[in-house]
């Protein structure tokens, strides 16, 4: 007979496991609470305008890359479109000069030698950083619980890698920007990466995703990618129930044996797969009655992804005078902007220009987001009158400086949204609005996170909150991982077939 599995979450890594689960042969039930699926993955209309809510860069976008074959089996590979930026991010100035990061690490690397001939050495250092990460693929076949000899033999051919990769690691940008003696690029790339804190690799990461070409946008946004998944797992047969919130899960005997909705039915499976928030799942869906000292100590002392306020604005024109780019323009405020208790003095700016799904045609989306503190806005939201205000405030403002930078942009603006960190809880659980649950760190990159909990069988936790740093890749990559350590525990070969 047809095992069962139970998913609690319908986003990317609740579809992923659903195509997974059902291509091996399993009844599987999604159940999300939400009238959509996708999860943080996922857009919102506004007045004819798309504000696209989580498509910045997708790993994988090329057949070249590893992540490629999860979303050719997954059903979006053979039907999306992609975009591939020419510019990683531009970083203006307050002399009004544009320093610009280039995705082709060539032209980037003879941009920066003609604006500082005298660094040659590490500018090539530099971009030899990004090429040599543009050509490395972390291994993601399987999950690391299911690793044999054989697989070690492959990490020890990857020790030059792994070495470069630990290298980097240690090595922060503002301590690998010191070393530029021309003070303008030391000073913009600095500030391009945000300060002193990203450790090196993710920059050289990112960037070698975008020369390689690996890491596009793909057209129709967030939800369009969804709708993909969502199709492929209906086609497969699997079950999805919307406005399903979980509550409970049941245990019988230290074993998962199904979950209670918040309308007070239950539903029974062989196991029982949360692809939702880490603290929901653990301290109120199993009341805290699986954890250990890891756990505890982990969530006590979270280190999060910082959440966000995201201005989303619909302008009549094509606003072409700021050329497309993977994270945006920055530039300075003459007046800063304070966002929960915070002073911004620099505004970063998003143009979608590119897509013309998600505006009308002649009008174009701009976003504006600042990293904020969560406390401040669930303490706000119980003041529904403020709450609104100061949305209104912040969007004001925002449009303001983007008026004084682009004089009569202001003219132009036909719709403004504003979301808060309590927004994403709402519509996702995700605790404190972290958007991509834990923070990547060094010690994160070295240990892996389990993915199940101390006394509780038949039970997985799946997605950003058992692989840090999260993302749309590792939601698919997690997804197929679950399902195979199931199939391991039920003595059957993992298989995967494509649509
Ligand atoms: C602004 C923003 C920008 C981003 N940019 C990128 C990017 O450029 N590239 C990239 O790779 N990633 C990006 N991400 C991150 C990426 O979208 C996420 O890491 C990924 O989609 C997480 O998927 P998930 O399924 O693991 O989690 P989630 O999307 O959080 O899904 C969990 C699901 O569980 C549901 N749920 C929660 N509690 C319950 C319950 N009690 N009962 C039933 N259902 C429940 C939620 O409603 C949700 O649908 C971005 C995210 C945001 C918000």
């Not at 280190?303 to 201005?311: A, E, I, M």
Request: aromatic share 12%; hydrophobic share 35%; proline share 4%.
């Amino acid at each position: 007979m047809e095992k069962s599995i139970i998913i609690i979450g319908g986003g990317l890594t609740g579809l992923s496991a659903g195509c997974y689960g059902r291509m091996n042969g399993y009844k599987t039930s999604i159940f999300e609470m939400h009238d959509i699926a996708g999860g943080v993955c996922t857009a919102w209309k506004r007045k004819g305008y798309t504000i696209d809510g989580a498509m910045n860069w997708l790993v994988g976008t090329s057949p070249k890359n590893s992540f490629y074959k999860f979303w050719e089996e997954l059903g979006a590979a053979q039907h999306w479109k992609i975009y591939n930026h020419d510019l990683y991010s531009s970083f203006e100035d307050k002399d009004g000069k544009v320093f610009n990061i280039i995705c082709d690490a060539d032209r980037f690397e003879k941009y920066l030698l003609e604006l500082a001939p005298e660094d040659e050495d590490i500018i090539r250092e530099f971009t030899k950083g990004i090429r040599d990460f543009s050509r490395m693929d972390m291994p993601s076949n399987k999950p690391s619980e299911l690793n044999g000899w054989l697989d070690k033999i492959k990490v020890v051919k990857m020790l030059p890698m792994l070495m470069i990769m630990k290298k980097w690691m240690k090595i922060s940008a503002g301590d690998f920007c010191k070393r530029f003696k021309n003070p303008y690029l030391r000073q913009s790339l600095t500030s391009a990466f945000g300060g002193d804190l990203l450790p090196m690799m993710l920059i050289f990461w990112m960037l070698g995703y975008q020369h390689s070409k690996s890491a596009g946008y793909v057209i129709g946004g967030a939800l369009e990618h969804v709708r993909f998944l969502e199709e492929r797992y209906r086609a497969l047969g699997g079950e999805i129930h919307l406005k399903a919130r979980v509550e409970k899960i049941l245990v019988e005997n230290n074993k998962a044996v199904g979950i209670k909705l918040a309308d007070g039915t239950e539903h029974r499976a062989d196991w029982v797969v949360s692809a939702a928030d880490g603290r929901t799942t653990i301290f109120e869906m199993l009341e805290g009655k699986y954890v250990d000292e890891t756990i505890k100590q982990r969530y006590d002392n979270p280190k999060l992804f910082s959440p966000l306020v995201y201005v989303g604005l619909g302008v009549s024109g094509r606003f072409e005078e700021i050329p497309p780019s993977v994270s945006g323009l920055s530039f300075p405020l003459d007046t800063p902007i304070t966002v929960a208790g915070k002073e911004h003095s620099r505004l970063g700016l998003l143009t979608y220009g590119y897509d013309p799904t998600l505006a009308p045609e002649g009008k174009t989306v701009l976003k504006v987001q600042f990293e904020t503190d969560y406390d401040y806005w669930e303490k706000l939201y119980k003041e529904p009158e403020k709450y609104k205000a100061e949305k209104e405030r912040i969007a004001d403002d925002v449009i303001a400086a983007l008026d004084n930078r682009f004089p009569g942009l202001a003219s132009k603006v036909e719709m403004r949204d504003v979301a808060t960190p309590v927004t994403w809880v709402r519509y996702t659980g995700n605790w404190k609005g972290s958007y991509e649950g834990w923070m990547f760190s060094a010690e994160t990159f070295t240990s892996s996170m389990r993915k199940t909990l101390p006394g509780l069988d038949n039970f997985y936790m799946a997605g950003q909150w058992v692989n840090p740093g999260g993302g749309m890749p590792t939601a698919a990559m997690s997804g197929n991982h679950t399902i195979q350590l199931i199939c391991n525990k039920d003595k059957k070969k993992f298989v995967t077939t494509k649509p």
